[in-house]
């Protein structure tokens, strides 16, 4: 088929014809002949091989009814069939396969028929089928898949009734006419292209009167939208597209017989167009066609003007700046012209035809073809080594046309030197024997190339480096320590100069250099040191690895840890300072785990001593009389103490436990003023010092016991164990009795139900101004208590301590004040009230000065606090009347936990505190339990949450 042999962008359906040759030419000259001189008043021609024997047939119409097929013999010797003798005024034909069997189809546009139609070509003989009989001044036709069905669509335009329109193949050659438009004013020509690369054939068409080139872009169903290329092309008579400037679009060209002018208008590639002229002045002008026709590589132009009766071509002179050159200007009223290889010589000839000779024209294109001679065989080194580079040169070639040749070597390896002069270099990277060999082009026409040149015979062989040495250096060393390696023993077996790598076996390597070299590693672990060598001239050839040398390398430094726990409860202890001393210095803080941590040098010997500040972290309940009394007891030998209660005993550090420790602890505990050798609130750590020599490992558990001196109980927490219960209704209790007595106020402070009491405190807050203090009074079950008081103003610390139990459930203590002159009300803050260093109460009441009693008159069973509870919970009650009060804890199934409270009252408000054990004194399992309270005749019931 034609478009097989012709310069044709697979998009373009629009007879955009330029040839595609090995051979090119530098100078043209053209040969006219006569095809036809007998197609009355010739107007259009194209070009197609339409028998299919690979030589270029020429068609042709005009206003004479004739349509003709011209079939080429192959050597431009034509012979002339009628298609049709009564296809009246054929302003346009085409040929494409319209039904897809595989042979050229001829379609035709009549303009006095107004008809459009196609001709099936059934192996040479031609049927009709009219596809349009009624498109008024039917100019111009051409056949592509508009719709992208597979099926070949038929696009026209109709002069008088300025429409443009495609005929939808339903895919058995029955169309469906679609108008796109019917608004052009005056169309004549078309082509079909796809002009945004959107893969879609778009049409383009020039419109005389309109003074438009116009594009129609296709959606890809068949559904078009209109885009101007120019609204100032006066005249336009002819649009063909082609790729001009050869940048991958398509291009538009056009002629305008108004204006004389030729155009064309570059593509941006998103069908967006730029004007250019090429020729102002073609008098006349009417068809206009592209090609590369002197076979320089670059798109020409050949037009017609009919003023002139001239045919012409523009030698684009690769910039698309272009050269006119009048190939004939004897032809009178030349109309269509086309580019085609009528004669099968390689290049592009002309064909036009005259419509006032009623004769068809060719011109054949007589070009001096350019050849370009073989160059000498190439001349250079025979024998090499690999990686290593050589010079190859040749020459001899030469152009006929006396033009510049430059050169390209085949080294025989697969590699290709680039065009260029007559020497070029190469590295063999595999060893081998080789041809090398040369070729030439011209440096204009570069498709015009020589043959081979005879080859060079190149061998190459291999070069060797042996394996170098195991690495020497240390086998062990520490972290960011610069260790030193050597290597050697590698050589070239052609003596060439070596170069060392070195892997550190920690995923990093050296740069290529000498034997010698330094690392310092980064992590620790076992390693594994290798090295290799290479040519230092051709650095590719490489040895294999050589044996590793191990390494260990150690750390710097380790973590020494630890934490530090009090004596009996494991509780964290913050604030620590662990002072080093010895080759490491330094401090480490324990943290709100009671944890530290240290980073020390390896291999060194330290001290590890904790301190923590006098005072520091010493809650309200961590020193008491309790531990006073504990102290007495074991100093008489009445109790025992183990390792870390006894230091925490040893209250003036003297290494003797006597009572004089246990009173240095009870002035501690009220608040006096300690004596000079009092340690009470210092703290003692075990071991007091740790030692670690030649440090090699990480030491993780260097761990530190604390002891508060004055803390005998234990119990410490970093939290003081400090709650506050405020109360208006329960200031009388089982543990606490409030009365006033003349003038004075009086607070007793009684024994806990079933506690073994060896130890008493008592914190009151009172106001001054109101009240004064007159002293605390033992009563017959603390004759024997040590007695300290501690008076401030507005406040009194009481503490008492024995080394005997009381166990009697009856007033310990009474502390005594007497109301001032001043009225109003006194309030009483009884901030700790403490048998044995467990709080018993805590609470607020308020005193009015003018003695009246205080009368409970109702029962009432009061909510537990705290609830929940995990250690001790206080239920309150109180009674209006006197009577036998008990108060029990059963637990869900109704059964008897234990007993709290079970002894006469009288008529006020009271507490009873449960720990949580049962009446065998064990700890009961966390739950829900039931507390009840009898007085008289009143019973009332209540829950509390015990939790472990």
């Known amino acids: 088929m034609f478009y097989q042999k012709i310069w044709v962008s697979l998009l373009i359906i629009c007879n955009m014809i330029a040839v595609n040759v090995s051979t090119c030419f530098s100078q043209v000259s053209f040969t006219r002949h006569v095809i036809d001189d007998n197609l009355r008043n010739a107007f259009t021609v194209f070009a197609e091989d339409v028998d299919g024997n690979g030589a270029i047939d020429i068609i042709a119409g005009g206003q004479g009814q004739q349509l003709a097929l011209y079939k080429n013999n192959g050597s431009a010797s034509f012979a002339k069939i ?53 498109f008024t001044g039917a100019e111009a036709v051409r056949a592509a898949d508009m719709d992208g069905d597979g099926h070949v669509d038929i696009v026209a335009v109709a002069v008088k009734v300025d429409q443009l329109v495609w005929y939808k193949n339903n895919g058995n050659q029955s169309f469906s006419k679609i108008i796109i438009s019917d608004n052009l004013f005056r169309p004549h020509y078309l082509c079909i292209a796809d002009l945004d690369g959107d893969g879609h054939n778009d049409i383009a068409v020039a419109a005389a009167d309109e003074r438009a080139i116009t594009w129609w872009k296709n959606n890809g169903n068949g559904n078009f ?24 679009d398509l291009d538009l060209i056009g002629a305008a017989h108004a204006t004389n002018q030729i155009a064309w208008w570059s593509n941006n590639g998103s069908g967006n167009f730029t004007k250019h002229v090429v020729d102002n002045n073609f008098t006349g002008t009417h068809s206009v066609f592209a090609g590369d026709i002197d076979n320089d590589g670059n798109i020409d132009l050949v037009a017609t003007a009919r003023y002139l009766n001239e045919v012409a071509w523009y030698e684009n002179n690769g910039n698309q700046s272009f050269t006119k050159r009048s190939i004939d200007n004897n032809v ?32 054949e294109n007589q070009s001096t073809p350019e050849s370009i001679s073989t160059p000498n065989r190439p001349d250079g080194a025979q024998v090499g080594i690999v990686g290593e580079s050589y010079l190859y040169t040749t020459g001899g070639s030469s152009s006929n046309l006396g033009h510049t040749v430059e050169y390209q070597f085949d080294f025989g390896d697969g590699n290709y030197s680039n065009w260029g002069n007559s020497q070029a270099t190469h590295a063999y990277l595999i060893s081998g024997e080789f041809n090398v060999r040369a070729r030439a082009r011209c440096s204009i026409h570069t498709s015009r190339i020589s043959s081979w040149s005879s080859a060079l015979l190149v061998r190459i062989e291999e070069e060797n480096i042996t394996t170098p040495s195991r690495p020497q250096g240390p086998v062990s060393g520490r972290e960011a320590e610069v260790l030193s390696f050597s290597t050697g023993g590698a050589v070239s077996n052609y003596g060439h100069d070596i170069q060392y790598q070195f892997d550190w076996g920690d995923g990093k390597t050296s740069a290529w250099g000498d034997s010698s070299r330094n690392y310092s590693y980064s992590s620790v672990g076992d390693f594994q040191v290798r090295s ?33 726990s009090y004596y009996d409860n494991q509780q964290p202890v913050p604030d620590v300072s662990i002072q080093l001393t010895g080759d490491v210095t330094g401090f480490a803080t324990t943290n709100a785990d009671g944890e530290y941590q ?54 003036d550090k003297s290494g003797d436990i006597l009572t004089y420790d246990a009173a240095l602890i009870a002035r501690y505990a009220v608040g006096l003023t300690p004596g000079s050798n009092s340690c009470v609130g210092e703290w003692l750590f075990v071991p007091s010092v740790r030692q670690i020599q030649n440090i090699s490992s990480d030491h993780l558990s260097e761990d530190f016991i604390a002891v508060l001196i004055g803390n005998v109980h234990g119990g410490w927490s970093v ?36 506690k073994n009491t060896i130890a008493v405190y008592i914190d009151l807050m009172f106001n001054p101004k109101v009240v004064q203090y007159v002293g605390v009074y033992k009563t017959h079950l603390t004759e024997q208590f040590e007695l300290i008081e501690n008076v401030e103003s507005g406040r009194v610390r009481i503490g008492a301590y024995s080394v005997n139990v009381v166990d009697e459930p009856d007033v310990l203590f009474r502390v005594s004040f ?4 001043d009225s109003g009300e006194a309030t009483f803050e009884i901030q700790k009230y403490m048998l044995n260093g467990e709080t018993v109460f805590s609470g607020i009441t308020q005193v009015e000065q003018n003695m009246k009693e205080i009368t409970v008159t109702d029962y009432l069973l009061g909510q537990n606090y705290p609830d929940p509870f995990n250690s001790t919970t206080v239920i309150p009650f109180q009674t209006p009347e006197s009577g036998r009060a008990r108060v029990q804890i059963y637990n869900l199934s109704g059964q008897l936990v234990s007993t709290l409270f079970d002894q006469e009252v009288n008529s006020g408000n009271y507490l009873v505190m449960w720990d949580g054990s049962n009446s065998r004194g064990e700890i009961v399992t966390a739950g829900v339990y039931i507390y009840r309270l009898q007085i008289n005749n009143f019973i009332d019931t209540n829950k509390l949450l015990f939790l472990k």
Request: glycine share 6%; proline share 1%.
């Open 225 to 248: 939208s209109v885009r101007t290329v120019s609204r100032n092309f006066v005249g336009a008579y002819c649009v063909e597209a082609v790729d001009l400037d050869q940048d991958g």
């Open 332 to 363: 009178i009223e030349p109309q269509v012209v086309m580019l085609a290889d009528l004669d099968n010589d390689g290049d592009l000839d002309v064909i036009s035809v005259s419509r006032l000779n009623h004769t068809v024209y060719w011109w």
């Open 532 to 564: 290799r060598a290479r040519c230092q001239l051709h650095t590719n050839i490489v040895s294999s690895w050589s044996e590793a040398l191990n390494i260990s390398i150690l750390p710097i430094e380790y973590r020494v840890a630890g934490s530090v």
């Open 598 to 651: 240290k980073m020390v040098s390896a291999e060194s010997d330290i001290n590890l001593a904790p301190f923590k500040t006098k005072n520091q972290h010493v809650g309200a309940f961590d020193i008491t009389t309790y531990d006073a009394a504990l102290t007495a007891r074991y100093a008489l030998k009445l109790g025992n103490l183990n390792q870390y209660q006894m230091l925490a005993a040893d209250a």
């Open 818 to 821: 007497r109301h001032g002159k």
């Open 719 to 754: 939290q003081e164990n400090l709650y506050s219960l405020k109360t208006n209704d329960f200031f009388n209790a089982a543990s606490i009795k409030k009365r006033q007595l003349n003038e004075q106020v009086e607070f007793l402070f009684f024994n806990s139900g079933e």
């Open 82 to 134: 009628s298609i049709s003798n009564s296809f009246g005024n054929v302003w346009s034909v085409h040929a494409y396969d319209v039904n897809r069997d595989g042979a050229i189809d001829i379609l035709g546009a009549s303009y006095s028929l107004n008809q459009v139609a196609w001709w099936e070509n059934r192996g040479g003989s031609f049927t009709k089928h009219v596809i349009d009989n009624n």
